[in-house]
Nanobody
Framework: QVQLVESGGGLVQPGGSLRLSCAAS????????MGWYRQAPGKQRELVAA???????NYSDSVKGRFTISRDNAKNTVYLQMNSLKPEDTAVYYC???????WGQGTQVTVSS
């Protein structure tokens, strides 16, 4: 089973930036569609961004223009660059492999002054 490990979360002030990483196990990473999700307290988990194996991307309206998803297939890693962060971006962020439906353990992002 594919294992996913997120990192890069933390506390940042409004307007700041963070880059999340999700490292995947296995040898077929390059064909996986990968997604970043987030779940804020009391809210449902939502899709933030997704990327196909060949690099096509999709974003939720709430993060479009501020977040960028990318991947390095040589490193089996997908990234989420988050700029112009807002307090409403505060959540636990998860990565997901759409093919195997594997999830990471999540990383906390807190945007607060």
């Amino acid at each position: 089973q594919v294992q996913l490990v997120e990192s890069g979360g933390g506390l940042v002030q409004p307007g700041g930036s963070l880059r999340l990483s999700c490292a995947a196990s296995g040898s077929m990473f390059s064909i996986y569609v990968m997604g970043w999700y987030r779940q804020a307290p009391g809210k449902q988990r939502e899709l933030v961004a997704a990327i196909t194996g060949d690099g096509s991307t999709n974003y939720s309206d709430s993060v479009k223009g501020r977040f960028t998803i990318s991947r390095d297939n040589a490193k089996n890693t997908v990234y989420l660059q988050m700029n112009s962060l807002k307090p409403e971006d505060t959540a636990v962020y998860y990565c997901r492999n759409w093919i195997t439906n594997s999830w990471g353990q999540g990383t906390q992002v807190t945007v607060s002054s």
